[in-house]
T-cell receptor, first 114, second 112 residues
């Protein structure tokens, strides 16, 4: 079945450091890929997405490129801020019609210190 | 973001009691989902709906039932709550086509 593996963390960085959170997947067909972010006490918010191979999703300085050859969708940001502290989830979606379902990784807790 | 309201936001109850969580959306989205979030597991799908009165099971559906009598409301029921169902529950909705899912703010449920 479909699965998502992401680095479990926690990840602790200093402000302005470079961030990479690794995400790899196993899926049948051609999934769409997503990164969601969850701030403390809140629900998940879509951060970025990519729907086909070589697509790059970007938002708020975060980027991820859909790599079909390595089945990866790593999240990167060049300079993190304290406000980026949150849990980040990688997810994939296959299917269509009545069968749209997301499969999530276990989440990576990011803490950014001033 | 999609107008999704979950109620209640917090609930404490006792083992063996019935519990119903409500998800209400104002976006007229066709698809609705219930997830639970537990440490070390990420989010796991409980049940989902692909239209009024059309529902199906997710990966952790045992002990849960759902109903969707109108587009805007999706109810999750624990018929007889157990301590293993202590969790944070999230509702999500999705529109047609390749649209992303949007999430509510969650319900924190504690079963003593």
């Amino acid at each position: 079945g479909d699965s998502v593996t992401q680095m479990e963390g926690p990840v602790t960085l200093s402000e302005e450091a470079f961030l990479t959170i690794n995400c790899t997947y196993t899926a049948t067909g051609y999934p769409s890929l997503f990164w969601y972010v969850q701030y403390p006490g809140e629900g998940l918010q879509l951060l970025l997405k990519a729907t086909k191979a070589d697509d790059k999703g970007s938002n708020k300085g975060f980027e991820a490129t859909y790599r079909k050859e390595t089945t990866s969708f790593h999240l990167e940001k060049g300079s993190v801020q304290v406000s980026d502290s949150a849990v980040y989830f990688c997810a994939l979606r296959t299917g269509g019609g009545s069968n749209y379902k997301l499969t999530f990784g276990k989440g990576t807790l990011l803490t950014v210190n001033p | 973001d999609a107008g999704i309201t979950q109620s209640p936001r917090h609930k404490v109850t006792e083992t063996g009691t019935p519990v119903t969580l409500r998800c209400h959306q104002t976006e007229n989205h066709r698809y609705m989902y219930w997830y639970r979030q537990d440490p070390g597991h990420g989010l796991r799908l409980i049940h989902y709906s692909y239209g009024v009165k059309d529902t199906d099971k997710g990966e952790v559906s045992d002990g849960y039932s759902v109903s969707r009598s109108k587009t805007e409301d999706f109810l999750l029921t624990l018929e007889s709550a157990t301590s293993s169902q202590t969790s944070v529950y999230f509702c999500a909705t999705q529109g047609e086509g390749n649209q992303p899912q949007h999430f509510g703010d969650g319900t924190r449920l504690s079963i003593l």
